[in-house]
C-alpha cells in the first residue's frame, strides 16, 4: 500500500530490525502492487522519484504507520469486493501492528520525542482528506465516495486516538 514510502524509508536512519522489517514489507508492497493493477488494469509506471520522507525516526514511524494504516482500509474494502485477496489484508494488518508498536515505544518513553510524535499526527491527519481524496477520485466511486472518505477518516482518527497520538476534545 506504502510501496514508495517503504522504499524512500529505507534510506533514513531507522533503529536496528525495523530495517530489516521494511526490506520483507517492501517485497509485500510491490506484490500487493502488482495484484492492485492487474485488477484495475492500470499501470502505476512513471512513478520512480522516490517521495521525500521524514529522517526524524518520531515522525518517519508517524508516517508510515499512518500510511499502514490507511492502507489497511483500503485493503478492508478491497477484500469486501474480493474474499480471494484476504492475503493483503493479513500482510497490511501485520504491517500496521509493527509500526504501531514502534509509535508505542516512541510515547512511552515521553518527553521530546512523544511530543514530536504528536506534532507529527497532527500534521499527517491535517493533510489526510486531500490524501483520502485522490485514492478515492475513480469515478466508479462516486456514489459512495462521502460515505467511504467519513468512514476511512473516522477509523485513523479512532486509531490515533487509541495508540495516544492524539486527544480526545470535549465537546
Ligand atoms: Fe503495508
Known sequence: MALWA?????????????????R???????Q???QFESLLGVSSHGKTALPRMPSQWRVL??????????????????????????????DEAVHVGFFEHEVRAILVHGGLAADGARQ???SWRRRLPRTVERYLRDESLAPFRDELREHILHAID??????GLTVRHEG
Open 6 to 22: 517503504v522504499r524512500s524509508a529505507q534510506a533514513q536512519d531507522v533503529p536496528p530490525g525495523v530495517l530489516q522489517f521494511l
Open 24 to 30: 520483507r514489507h517492501e517485497e509485500e508492497e510491490a
Open 32 to 34: 500487493h502492487l502488482k
Open 61 to 90: 514511524a508517524v508516517h508510515l504507520y499512518g500510511y499502514e494504516a490507511l492502507g489497511l482500509e483500503f485493503a478492508r474494502l478491497l477484500v469486501g469486493l474480493r474474499p480471494d485477496l484476504t492475503s493483503i489484508l493479513e
Open 120 to 122: 507529527a499526527a497532527q
Open 158 to 163: 479512532m486509531r490515533f486516538l487509541v495508540v
